[in-house]
């Protein structure tokens, strides 16, 4: 395991352009449930069966205390070490560009600033009938946040079924091809099109890595599968880049 470490931090060293997909695993550590297993069960409810348009026309209300619920727990968790190492390689590095599917805001709150956020973001709301958008950061709105002519605002997240935002998309493929190195960090790889930058980035010549705890449909392409928590490896791809775990 050390030796793919060390060979893994080299090839980020020496990479001109590095690239990053991030899933809700690199979150984990930060106290933030993943979609899968046991921890996606909110009530009684799969995450499969809320986050979706039809769920939301039939229940506004049950799909909003869910996500209020999330926003909760997401506003009293903090980054981590694996969203830090990220931030990290932002700094150093000559082109990188990181591209979550996560919808947590984690990334930002580490330092990171050419974020690609392909889902959205879960502490913003958006009107359906005029598109106009309100940010819930910071402050405890009523549970359903209202459009200006009273209609019901949903949150500014990709649902399941549902396509992602144009440029979003051209942003992350422009990053996929350019990337020597494209790093996969905690996510099951089976929601698409998020999955698809890496094997576009694998056909465009680039080195995969891949952190997770479990192996994942992209395992077979990785050049490189370490097998271990975010928070623990990605400080040892990028050393240094770490800022101290106490006093943010
Ligand atoms: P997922 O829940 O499908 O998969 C999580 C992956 O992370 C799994 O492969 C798991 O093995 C791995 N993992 C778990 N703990 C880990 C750790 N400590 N270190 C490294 N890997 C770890 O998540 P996904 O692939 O991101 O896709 C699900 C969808 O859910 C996405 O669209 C995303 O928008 C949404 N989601 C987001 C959040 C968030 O913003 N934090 C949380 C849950 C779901």
Known sequence: MLDRLTLAAAWIREAPSVAALTGAGISAESGVPTF???????????????ATPGAFARDPLLVW???RY?????AGARPNAGHEALAGLE???RDFTLITQNVDGLHARAGSSRIVELHGNIFRARCPVDGSLRDLAGDEP???P?????????PDVVWFGEALPEGAIALAES????AAVFLVVGTSAV????????????????????????????????????????????PLLVPGAARSAVGE
Not at 70 to 74: F, K, L, M, P
Not at 146 to 154: F, K, T, V
């Open 70 to 74: 999330r926003q909760r727990i997401i």
């Open 191 to 234: 929601v698409y099109p998020a999955a698809s930058f890496a094997t576009i980035a694998k056909q465009s010549g680039a080195r995969l890595v891949e952190v997770n705890v479990e192996e994942t449909p992209l395992t077979g392409a990785a050049d490189l599968a370490l097998r271990g928590k975010a928070a623990e490896i990605l």
């Open 65 to 67: 205390e869910w996500y």
């Open 175 to 178: 990053a996929s091809r350019r």
């Open 91 to 93: 700094r150093g590095a």
């Open 146 to 154: 209202l459009c200006p002519r009273g209609h019901a605002m949903r």
């Open 36 to 50: 899968r297993g046991k921890d996606g069960l909110w009530r009684t409810h799969r995450a499969e069966e809320l």
């Open 142 to 144: 009523e549970t359903i």
